[in-house]
């Protein structure tokens, strides 16, 4: 019976979602048109970095919005726009509630486990008419 309770509060004490996905993760950032090979600028919540479209960018897990920037000067043949990549509620945080973890929870939402993005983003780069 001990035992059964020092492994319940364990279980409670650390979250699950945590544990199963960590803090971090790692996103697919590909454009609609896989000829499209723009830069853009990535905003995340550590700050931002430019990449080349494909690409796979490693940030921490957060409730901000990532920011997908395409800016003009960096590609002649293409608008300035931005799009916005939310972040949602990781299920796995579901696993507190079952072991009653509110210590769990909190654990979670410290470490940005509690939220989760898309593993793959489709950035919709919009080329010139003069360029077509």
């Known amino acids: ?26 996103i697919n950032f590909v454009p ?4 499209d090979k723009v830069h853009a600028t990535i ?11 494909p690409a796979v960018v490693h940030t921490k ?4 919005d990532i920011i997908v920037a395409i800016d003009e000067e960096e590609n002649k043949c293409y608008e300035t726009t931005t799009q916005t990549v939310s972040s949602s509620i990781n299920p796995l945080i579901l696993g507190n509630v079952i072991t009653g973890g509110f210590f769990g929870s909190t654990t979670d939402a410290a470490s940005g486990a509690a939220w989760e993005y898309a593993d793959t983003v489709i950035v919709y780069p919009s ?5 077509k």
Do not use: F
């Not at 492994?7 to 971090?24: F, M, N």
């Not at 897990?61 to 901000?64: C, N």
């Open 1 to 26: 019976m001990k035992k059964l309770l020092i492994l319940t509060t364990l279980i409670s004490l650390a979250g699950c979602a945590t544990i199963v996905d960590g803090g971090e993760q790692t």
């Open 32 to 35: 609609s048109n896989s000829k």
């Open 43 to 53: 905003m995340t919540k550590e700050g931002a970095q430019t990449v080349k479209l």
């Open 61 to 64: 897990r957060s409730g901000a």
């Open 127 to 131: 080329k010139k008419d003069s360029c």
